[in-house]
């Protein structure tokens, strides 16, 4: 039987590959440990041939802070408000230009909206209040966890913002608050027409509000209930009563807003209890119905035209949907 061609039964050439493999293997070796140490080891970089700049920074001192903010809030009011006095005194569209806002807490692009524009806003209706439940309880929403807490409990009162008061009294920005009590849970509209119905839970809800107001330097209350059964009606003027006289008594404001051109609403019963009335002039088409403008600008205009006729003017507010 003939041998094979490269039959190497001594392995003399597997000695001569290793050989070239070692020497491989070395060279390899070396040039990673070069690359290594290239990497990490500082390299001076050559001066740009360039001057040195001169920072001449300082930290402000408080008089300097002050008139700063001074300065910031007499820009703000060219062309706004000419009153100095409590914007929620001021007799609405009077030729003073009022301006009011809303803010939710659950939106961080809120807060720096409200901190570019607090010269500039008059009265704020922050969303933190919520009544979901049958007995009344007011409700706030903890943005950690994203679940709801009881804001009155037996041992005080519990914050629902930790931002918006700290930051309008380090501003000293001449902003009016009013907290915002509604029905949404995130996602939907509760029914609370038993809590309407029941003049004991609406008991329990006049005692948690006073409690909470009582907490800082609030103004009054925003509400905003909607989509509650028409038999949950009389329920809600007797709140809109009860409400009013409540908050009167003690000097504060209320404000009620309202869905524009809404036969289920008595706009004249709302603007008797209330001190202002907002009529909330958008969603004319919404993602669960055919696809349309926000506000087309006649419905704008024919809502604002009927809420005239049964709101009155000093107590109008026309709130506009920036959104798409």
């Known amino acids: 039987m003939a041998k094979q061609v490269f039959y190497d039964p001594r392995q003399a050439r597997w000695k001569r590959l290793r050989r070239v493999f070692d020497a491989l ?4 070796s070396l040039l990673v440990a070069f690359f290594v140490y290239t990497a990490l080891r500082s390299e001076p970089l050559p001066q740009v041939l360039l001057p040195d700049l001169k920072r001449p920074y300082r930290a402000l001192k408080d008089k300097e802070k002050e008139k700063a903010r001074e300065h910031r809030a ?12 409590a914007p929620s005194q001021v007799k609405l569209n009077a030729e003073e230009g009022i301006r009011a806002a809303f803010y939710v ?16 806003i008059d009265l704020l209706y922050p969303e933190w209040l919520h009544v979901l ?3 009344g309880r007011l409700q706030g929403v903890d943005q950690d966890t994203n679940t709801f807490f009881d804001v009155v409990h037996s041992s005080g009162v519990r914050t629902v913002d930790d931002k918006v008061m700290p930051f309008l009294n380090a501003e000293d920005a001449e902003m009016e608050v009013f907290p915002m009590v509604n029905n949404f849970d995130g996602t939907n509209w509760i029914d609370i027409g038993s809590f309407l119905n029941s003049s004991e839970a609406r008991g329990r809800f006049l ?13 009054g209350l925003m509400v905003d209930f909607e989509d509650f059964p028409e ?11 009860e409400l009013s006289s409540e908050l009167h008594s003690r000097g504060m404001k209320l404000y009620i807003s309202v869905p524009p051109h809404n036969e289920d609403f008595d706009y004249g019963v709302v603007s008797a ?9 958008y969603d004319e088409n919404t ?8 506000a087309s600008q006649d419905w704008f205009g024919r809502n604002l035209s009927l809420a005239l006729k049964v709101i009155p003017r000093d107590k109008l507010i026309c709130a506009i949907g920036n959104y798409g």
């Open 25 to 28: 293997a070395i060279a390899l």
């Open 74 to 85: 007499k820009l703000a009011r060219r062309g706004h408000r000419k009153s100095k006095t």
């Open 105 to 120: 807490s659950w939106d961080a692009a809120s807060f720096s909206s409200l901190r570019e524009y607090a010269h500039q």
């Open 133 to 135: 439940t049958a007995d």
């Open 207 to 219: 005692s948690e509000v006073r409690q909470f107001l009582a907490t800082d330097k609030y103004r």
């Open 231 to 241: 038999n949950a009606q009389p329920g809600y003027r007797a709140l809109l009563h």
């Open 273 to 281: 209890a209330a001190d202002g009335v907002v009529v909330m002039n």
């Open 287 to 294: 993602p669960d119905r055919q696809a349309g403008p926000v």
